[in-house]
């Protein structure tokens, strides 16, 4: 038996036309989900479906128009069915000083960070508790959990996807739902590259494994929590940060 089996379930990934997310739809439709990939990139998410082939639909949506958000969820369930799995992926992360950060940007980053992820569980949640299954898997960060020097904005709202995994988790786990976060630490992504090569080197010296994260091994975990065996895991945020954050 395959633990990780996905077949017959449904996944909608946001921010899932590059880096992470792109890695986490490839491991759910992999492991044979249906995935609908949800981006504002909107040539870049009709590539990363085109990738995967069969069993993948981009959706072109502004994670930070709520109205549109509502719609993008009509469109995955009109073209392949309700959704079982629910990965918050998509995330803004200016790297900027306390006093460089204006209430717009403050607001931009809540907007697609939190606001969207909320918003976005509690519609696809709602079918999921009446069908009684439900997989919903937000990512986090290490910056959620441990300061950094700059990104104030960007470690507040990571800080509260992981109190807002709880409160989901809490009042979803009897209904067959449940409710996780990853946390991670430096990936290989786009997101990565703007910080520039010297501030990325300086980063990873101080990485206990040496080096920083593939996007494939965090996607392995969301896969894991994705599948029917993880069921009686919910509330939990997953540290996975090659060794930055030992507890
Ligand atoms: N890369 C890292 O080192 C790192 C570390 C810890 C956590 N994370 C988290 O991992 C997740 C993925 O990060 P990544 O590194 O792949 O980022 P990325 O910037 O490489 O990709 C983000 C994706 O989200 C999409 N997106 C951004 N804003 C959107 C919006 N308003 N509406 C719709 N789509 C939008 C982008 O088009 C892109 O496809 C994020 O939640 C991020 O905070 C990343």
């Given at each position: 038996?395959?633990i990780?089996d996905?077949?017959?379930?449904?996944a909608?990934v946001?921010?899932a036309?590059?880096?992470?997310?792109?890695?986490i739809a490839?491991?759910?439709h992999?492991?044979?989900?249906?995935?609908?990939?949800?981006?504002h990139?909107?040539?870049?998410?009709?590539?990363?479906?085109?990738?995967?082939?069969s069993?993948?639909?981009?959706?072109?949506?502004?994670l930070a128009?709520?109205?549109?958000?509502?719609?993008?969820?009509?469109e995955a369930?009109?073209?392949?069915g309700?959704?079982?799995?629910?990965?918050?992926?998509?995330?803004?992360?200016?790297?900027?000083?306390?006093?460089?950060?204006?209430?717009?940007?403050?607001?931009?980053v809540?907007a697609?960070?939190?606001?969207?992820?909320?918003f976005?569980?509690r519609?696809?949640?709602?079918?999921?508790?009446?069908r009684?299954?439900?997989?919903?898997?937000?990512?986090?960060?290490?910056?959620?959990?441990?300061?950094?020097?700059?990104?104030?904005?960007?470690?507040?709202s990571?800080?509260?996807?992981i109190?807002?995994?709880r409160?989901?988790?809490?009042?979803?786990?009897?209904d067959?739902?449940?409710?996780?976060?990853?946390?991670?630490?430096?990936?290989?992504?786009?997101?990565?590259h703007t910080?520039g090569?010297?501030?990325?080197?300086?980063?990873t010296?101080?990485i206990?494994v040496?080096?920083?994260?593939?996007?494939?091994?965090i996607?392995g975990?969301?896969?894991y929590l994705?599948?029917d065996?993880a069921?009686?895991i919910t509330?939990a945020?997953y540290?996975?940060?090659g060794?930055?954050?030992?507890?």
């Amino acid at each position: 038996m395959n633990i990780l089996d996905l077949s017959g379930r449904t996944a909608m990934v946001t921010g899932a036309a590059h880096g992470l997310g792109a890695a986490i739809a490839d491991a759910l439709h992999t492991h044979g989900a249906q995935v609908a990939l949800l981006d504002h990139d909107a040539p870049a998410n009709r590539d990363t479906a085109a990738h995967l082939g069969s069993r993948a639909v981009a959706i072109t949506a502004d994670l930070a128009d709520l109205d549109r958000l509502d719609n993008a969820c009509a469109e995955a369930v009109q073209q392949l069915g309700p959704v079982d799995i629910l990965v918050n992926n998509a995330a803004m992360a200016p790297m900027r000083g306390l006093w460089d950060i204006d209430p717009t940007e403050w607001d931009a980053v809540f907007a697609v960070n939190v606001r969207a992820a909320f918003f976005l569980t509690r519609t696809i949640a709602a079918g999921m508790r009446a069908r009684g299954f439900g997989r919903i898997v937000n990512i986090a960060s290490l910056s959620g959990q441990q300061a950094r020097p700059t990104g104030a904005h960007y470690g507040v709202s990571k800080a509260a996807l992981i109190a807002m995994t709880r409160s989901f988790a809490s009042e979803l786990a009897p209904d067959g739902v449940t409710v996780n976060a990853v946390a991670p630490g430096m990936i290989e992504t786009p997101m990565v590259h703007t910080i520039g090569t010297d501030k990325k080197a300086e980063l990873t010296a101080q990485i206990p494994v040496g080096r920083i994260a593939a996007p494939a091994e965090i996607a392995g975990l969301v896969a894991y929590l994705a599948s029917d065996a993880a069921g009686f895991i919910t509330g939990a945020t997953y540290d996975i940060n090659g060794g930055v954050l030992m507890r």
